[in-house]
T-cell receptor, first 114, second 111 residues
Framework: DSGVTQTPKHLITATGQRVTLRCSPR?????VYWYQQSLDQGLQFLIQ???????AKGNILERFSAQQFPDLHSELNLSSLELGDSALYFC?????????????FGPGTRLTVL | AQSVTQLDSHVSVSEGTPVLLRCNYS??????LFWYVQHPNKGLQLLLK??????LVKGINGFEAEFKKSETSFHLTKPSAHMSDAAEYFC?????????FGTGTRLTIIP
């Protein structure tokens, strides 16, 4: 158990809909990272927040957005969903702000878009 | 930018035999490299991290990796495979403030 929690574990929705994925980092960790794992794209970094502020951005679509709240939990919002958004979405956390630090990964949220 | 290439998509070894998972990197700078493991239906776990302090890096569960600048390689090895090692392994580079994952190597252990 990494100490990072993600909810929900599974999510099934329809095209065009909007969903919110939630992540709680390990106690004491200030950085939260979001990743997408799909069969065709592999594992991709989406975005990082550090202590409430956006720190780094990867291949995140404009239809996707994220935020980190004062209690350090984070939410990833996916809107206007398409079939290709079906994937496993991971959250990770680390103590510091550098993405090169050891990251602890949550179990993931599996999103299925029908 | 840091990029990594995993040379094998699938490796099968017998239990008790050595494991070799290959990774090459490309970078104009001194790289930061990692190996992560993903067990079925689980999140990723860090196996080891290259910090440039030593070319031979020891990780968890008996794994180690050797950084070879002349070959731009960072191969992962283990002397004796165990059934519990069956998983997907990712070679990962760090650059431009983000982790870049290789395409993964699925390790199968034959009893």
């Amino acid at each position: 158990d990494s100490g990072v929690t993600q909810t929900p574990k599974h999510l099934i929705t329809a095209t065009g809909q909007r969903v919110t994925l939630r992540c709680s980092p390990r106690s004491g960790d200030l950085s939260v990272y979001w990743y997408q794992q799909s069969l065709d794209q592999g594992l991709q970094f989406l975005i990082q927040y550090y202590n409430g502020e956006e720190r780094a951005k990867g291949n995140i679509l404009e239809r996707f957005s994220a935020q980190q709240f004062p209690d350090l939990h984070s939410e990833l919002n996916l809107s206007s969903l398409e079939l290709g958004d079906s994937a496993l979405y991971f959250c990770a956390s680390s103590v510091g702000g550098s993405g090169g630090a050891k990251q602890f990964f949550g179990p993931g949220t599996r999103l299925t878009v029908l | 930018a840091q990029s990594v290439t995993q040379l094998d998509s699938h490796v099968s070894v017998s239990e008790g035999t050595p494991v070799l998972l290959r990774c090459n990197y490309s970078s104009s700078y001194s790289p930061s490299l990692f190996w992560y493991v993903q067990h079925p239906n689980k999140g990723l776990q860090l196996l080891l991290k290259y910090t440039s302090a030593a070319t031979l890096v020891k990780g968890i569960n008996g794994f180690e990796a050797e950084f070879k600048k002349s070959e731009t390689s960072f191969h992962l090895t283990k002397p004796s495979a165990h059934m519990s090692d069956a998983a997907e392994y990712f070679c990962v580079g760090f650059g431009n403030e983000k982790l870049t994952f290789g395409t993964g190597t699925r390790l199968t252990i034959i009893p």
